[in-house]
Nanobody, 120 residues
């Protein structure tokens, strides 16, 4: 299984970026999907998560600015980030809880990370 993330880059404060992540491989089903971030010198933290049924959860610091969405048919999860602030600068990682074909149980998978830099 691979999680391929894309969409990071450099943006000015107040700007927007959209991150995308696609899961591929011998996937039977995907439970929760989410985005985490890790800023220099800090621990990785949850940014937003979404269940297969569409229930969402956001970190307080991004509520009202970020929106997570997913396409269950395509095994993708997106993060629309608006009103970006310098403190949003971090490496963003997608995450998914995936059940594989022919394998009992579900396991956590991570994408490779994509850098978001918010700076003027």
């Amino acid at each position: 299984v691979q999680l391929q993330a894309s969409g990071g880059g450099l943006v000015q404060p107040g700007g927007s970026l959209r991150l995308s992540c696609a899961a591929s491989g011998s996937i039977f089903s995907i439970n929760a999907m989410g985005w985490y971030r890790q800023a220099p010198g800090k621990q990785r933290e949850l940014v937003a998560a979404i269940t297969s049924g569409g229930t969402t959860n956001y970190a307080d610091s991004v509520k009202g600015r970020f929106t997570i969405s997913r396409d269950n048919a395509k095994n993708t999860v997106d993060l629309q980030m608006n009103s970006l602030k310098p403190e949003d600068t971090a490496v963003y990682y997608c995450n998914a809880d995936i059940k594989l074909l022919g394998v009992r149980g579900a396991y956590d998978y991570w994408g490779q990370g994509t850098l978001v830099t918010v700076s003027s």
